[in-house]
């Protein structure tokens, strides 16, 4: 796979930083290989059962079925995909709930010093509300992994009421990303030969019109693509099924956008994909197939998400219950892994605006059961 360059920049944990004065340049080969990651090994098991790099600490914010410490609000079931949100001096988590009837998102507020001030409901009413995305006008996106499903885009602060985004397609709708540069929203399709998608709204900040386009390109796995109109986004006929020359993806997960670069991941082959959106051009990240000495660290691959430095932080369905980094010089390596929890899946990596929390959650915990979802935060020294 051929080398290029690339400055990561992304909107960090909810944070509008669009300008890339936290972001540094770097050299970036595909695919990622194992070695030593930048944090060093992990330790023990914590009181939560979590193994940390050291320097590194973790608490539970939220059970299913429980009342959030501090509040009257009872924690949704099977937490999913998640984003912060910037709140004066504190800031917002917003997470999904994947369950099906109901599904919907809630939200957890913190003050300045990272303390639970609030919890809520921000989207009720929907099906199996999986990953989404965070919008540069400071909406959440979320998801329904249903066929046919739909794009509901909600107010992090409970007031707004959820809107509907019918122009944005129906199918099995997984993750979404911004681009403020192109103006666009990628979307990821989890079925085993599912698409990649972006939709341009007529008006940027407004979803409410716009063209959905699919991305089109050859079996290989880099080198230059296209996009293309699909005809009817109500899916009438299955949305992946309208253009042909669509290229295929075995269940597209996670999205992630950074400057010039949008992250995709496919769990069906254990892929992390990077779509080149000035160059138009695809190419891999990481495919743990194409690892060429030890173990593939990362299996089960799934949400997604980037810091300050750069690197990319992604979750494991299944697995060994990691999160495991990628480095801009394409290490990758176990950041955290929770121990006990193996009927589970790790889901909604995101950070604090200021990059020094790492909050996710484990969808259905040590009892394998919706009703088992626990939400942490790390804390620690992240790289700046």
Avoid at 22 to 51: E, F, K, M, T, V
Avoid at 191 to 197: H, I, L
Avoid at 342 to 371: C, N, V
Wanted: overall charge negative.
């Amino acid at each position: 796979m051929e080398r290029r360059t690339l400055l990561r920049t992304a909107i960090v944990g909810g944070s509008a930083v669009l300008g890339g004065t936290l972001w540094r340049g770097a050299a970036y080969a595909a695919p990622a290989q194992p070695g030593s990651g930048p944090y060093g090994a992990l330790g023990a098991p914590d009181a939560n059962g979590i193994r940390l790099p050291a320097g590194f600490t973790s608490r539970v914010i939220a059970r299913s079925g429980q009342k959030v410490a501090g509040t009257s609000y009872t924690w949704h079931n099977a937490p999913d995909g998640g984003a912060c949100y910037a709140d004066g001096a504190g800031w917002i988590y917003v997470s999904n709930s994947e369950i099906n009837p109901s599904g919907g998102a809630s939200a957890v507020r913190f003050s300045s010093t990272g303390a639970v001030t609030s919890a809520y409901r921000v989207l009720s009413g929907t099906r199996q509300n999986c990953a989404g995305g965070r919008t540069p006008w400071n909406t959440w996106l979320s998801c329904e992994e249903v066929d046919r499903g739909y794009v509901y885009e909600t107010d992090p602060w409970g007031v707004k009421a959820a809107v509907r985004r019918d122009a944005m397609g129906r199918f099995k709708h997984e993750a979404a990303a911004a681009d403020p540069v192109r103006e666009v929203v990628y979307l990821t399709e989890d079925v085993s030969d599912g698409c990649f998608y972006r939709f341009r709204p007529t008006t940027w900040g407004d979803l409410s019109s716009g063209t959905l386009e699919v991305l089109v390109a050859g079996s290989s796995t880099s080198g230059p693509v296209t996009w293309a109109r699909v005809p009817d986004p109500s899916g009438a006929t299955a949305t992946r099924r309208q253009v042909s020359g669509a290229k295929r993806f075995n269940g597209g997960e996670g999205c992630h956008y950074a400057d010039d670069t949008c992250w995709f991941t496919t769990k069906g082959d254990n892929r992390v994909w990077q779509y080149n959106a000035t160059a138009q051009t695809i190419e891999l990240a990481y495919d743990d197939s194409l690892v060429t000495s030890g173990t593939a660290p990362l299996t089960g691959v799934d949400n997604v998400t980037g810091s300050s430095s750069g690197d990319l932080f992604v979750a494991e369905d299944g697995g060994n219950m990691e999160i495991c980094v990628i480095t801009p010089s394409d290490v990758i390596a176990p950041f955290l892994r929770v121990d006990g929890q193996s009927g589970s899946e790790i889901t909604g990596p995101a950070f604090s605006p200021d990059g020094t929390r790492l909050y996710f959650s484990s969808q259905r915990g040590t009892s394998g059961s919706s009703s088992g979802g626990i939400t942490y935060e790390v804390r620690g020294p992240f790289r700046a």
